[in-house]
């Protein structure tokens, strides 16, 4: 799975727009964008995955480049309970592919 | 729809000695996985389990083995304890035909003494 590039942290204002950027400069042809988040103490919530095309769901925004070499998770209005770890994570959709974290990116959403 | 559940929450045990952490996957799902996740770092793969069979191993000595049930339930076993296993042990099930995503569960934090 091709490797990713996330900042180490990022703070947003509360109903502000979250844009957490990710870079995978050697994503494949056949590997999807996926983004999971994990909030304190829990086990980590997929968010949304794409090709590439941008994708939408209730969640957030994924955007990415024309090239696939880098992404951005968007999610609109951003709330004290969006506080969590963000992880990009890039690797072939199959059913059974384990997951490679990297540190990702621990995002703080202030008052 | 329970989600994945994971058993115990928490457990404290001392260095040598023997552990076994149980996961109940997602209904509909075939595939668990299970992750170790040190403080302040992401998680890290283990293994796999689908057909009551490890398919895929990460880098992780012979010390964690594990299990699959017919039910599709998991167990990890951790032998031989030491202080560096202390850590969040998670377990994520999918199901390869659905092609589903992971899902996790909330967590086992083991403390070794």
């Known amino acids: 799975d091709a490797k990713t590039t996330q900042p180490t942290s990022m703070d947003c204002a509360e109903g502000r727009a979250a844009n957490l950027p990710c870079n995978h400069s050697?994503?494949?042809?056949?590997?999807?964008v996926y983004w999971y988040r994990q909030i304190h103490s829990q086990g980590p919530q997929y968010i949304i995955h794409?090709?590439?095309n941008n994708e939408t769901n209730e969640m957030a925004s994924l955007i990415i480049t024309e090239d696939r070499k880098s992404s951005t998770l968007i999610l609109p209005h951003a709330t004290l309970r969006d506080t969590a770890v963000y992880y990009c994570?890039?690797?072939?959709?199959?059913?059974?592919?384990?997951?490679?974290f990297g540190s990702g990116t621990r995002l703080q959403v202030q008052p | 729809d329970a989600g994945v559940t994971q058993s115990p929450t928490h457990l404290i045990k001392t260095r040598g000695q023997q552990v076994t952490l149980r996961c109940s996957p997602k209904?509909?799902?075939?595939?668990v996985s299970w992750y170790q996740q040190a403080l302040g770092q992401g998680p890290q793969f283990i293994f796999q389990?689908?057909?009551?069979?490890?398919?895929q191993r990460g880098n992780f000595p012979d010390r964690f083995s594990g299990h699959q049930f017919p039910n599709y339930s998991s167990e990890l076993n951790v032998n031989a304890l030491l202080l560096g296993d202390s850590a969040l042990y998670l377990c994520?099930?999918?199901?390869?035909?659905?092609?589903?995503?992971?899902?996790f569960g909330q967590g086992t934090r083991l403390t070794v003494v």
């Open positions: 994520a099930s999918s199901s390869a035909a659905l092609n589903t995503e992971a899902f």
């Open positions: 050697t994503i494949s042809g056949n590997e999807y």
């Open positions: 794409g090709l590439k």
């Open positions: 994570i890039v690797r072939v959709a199959t059913g059974r592919r384990a997951l490679t």
């Open positions: 209904s509909g799902h075939d595939t």
């Open positions: 389990y689908y057909e009551e069979e490890e398919r």
